[in-house]
């Protein structure tokens, strides 16, 4: 009788997982839910904060249908700088607008490899000078606040040097051009916050 007792208890047990906490489909339940607490604060999700994060810039980068659509077009983030005064909206941008335009401004003379506003980070292509082609630089941005704040960028120089017609990473710390690059950055996005603020 206990053993029948206790297969029938591990029986409804599986059932309800399988069904989930309010019976039923599992994945309609936590549609159910996401109307209620939206789905990246869904406390049902199992969810990192990173993954969190990545939710709310999928959700702020969707239009009225929820789908993600117009990709940013790199002529109109330089035409901005050219025409101060003109207003361009950065679809899906989740990061501060003049700290993104300063990066991008910096780097404008670069071949870019990677622009991606959603998670606020651009890298360029490597970049090699005429004076030394056995050494070779990447800048990587990453824009990681809302507001126009002194922290609210961060950069890194990653650097390689040649041996042999393989590329191997230079340890060479760069510190100081490191903070030469992000003082130019902020210094752009509070000249460009200026002319929006007297606009």
Known sequence: ML??????VLVLFVTSCSQGIMGGNIEKNLEATDKIYGRCDNPYRSMTNVEKEICR???AAAGPDGKIDDPISLNDIFDRFNNPNKNIVY?????????????????????LQTVDSQGGFISTDWIISKDDPSR????KINVISQDLISTGVKTKLICQE???DQWYPDNTILVEEEKKIT???????????NLADLS
């Open 57 to 59: 810039g999928k959700v």
């Open 91 to 111: 679809g899906g941008l989740s990061v501060n607008q003049y700290l993104w335009q300063g990066s991008l401004f910096v780097l404008e003379n670069y071949p």
């Open 183 to 193: 003082l130019t950055i902020l210094e752009k996005a509070q000249e460009l916050s």
């Open 162 to 164: 040649k041996d042999n």
């Open 3 to 8: 053993k029948s007792l206790i297969s029938l």
């Open 136 to 139: 070779r630089c990447q800048i």
